[in-house]
């Protein structure tokens, strides 16, 4: 008898998995077909790309500060090449300390120029972007609330004490609500076989008694 009760879930189990990976790969291709998803995606990427843009602005900048720093280094060496040692030593010191300044100045304007870039690549499409999202999260929302509550009838099968665990329908459907709510929010859920678990837990004090408002 418990065997055959075994299998029986074991049966069940296996074949709520096949629906579950079909009903998310569904979804997947309907949010991958959604425009809304497809500009959401797009605007992001958007934004990456006036990042990277600014990255470069401001590397270029330093870059070529550094170049020019360089550059007055050298020619303060051949300069002072022909000069007494003092006086190499004052144009060296001095050309070495005008490439630092030029280095942290090129800094300063790199992130300033950097800043201005991705700014203005913003205020193009920023609004948009938050647009889009917000359309995004009340779509979701409505999606959401055709699973937000369950048939009073349901809800009875589910808390029941008594439920057979060979009652297809109320399981299905209860591995269905779960399903999308662990979808969606992230939930794992993990059943539990015991056919006396409500009562240990409402006899632990860890759950509030099922009066089919508690979960409303």
Not at 94 to 111: D, P, S, Y
């Amino acid at each position: 008898m418990g065997t055959a009760s075994s299998r029986g879930r074991d049966e069940m189990a296996s074949g709520a998995a096949e629906p579950m990976a079909k009903r998310q790969k569904v979804d997947e291709a309907e949010e991958e077909e959604d425009p809304l998803v497809r500009r959401r995606e797009e605007l992001v990427l958007m934004d990456a790309n006036a990042r990277a843009k600014g990255r470069e602005v401001e590397e270029g900048l330093v870059r070529e500060a550094e170049e020019k720093a360089e550059r007055l280094e050298r020619e303060a060496n051949r300069e002072a090449s022909s000069c007494e040692e003092s006086k190499r030593k004052r144009l060296r010191r001095k050309a070495k300390k005008k490439g630092k300044r030029m280095v942290r100045e090129a800094k300063e304007r790199a992130i300033l120029e950097s800043d201005r870039t991705l700014s203005e690549a913003r205020l193009s499409f920023g609004q948009e972007l938050r647009s889009v999202c917000a359309e995004l999260e009340a779509k979701n929302e409505d999606r959401l609330s055709h699973f937000r509550r369950l048939p009073s009838e349901l809800w009875k099968k589910i808390v029941d004490e008594h439920l057979h665990h060979n009652d297809l329908f109320a399981l299905t459907m209860t591995c269905r609500f779960f399903r999308e709510k662990q979808k969606d929010l992230g939930w794992k859920v993990e059943t539990n076989w015991n056919e006396y678990r409500l009562i240990d837990l409402l006899e632990s004090g860890r759950m509030v008694s099922h009066s089919l408002g508690w979960f409303q």
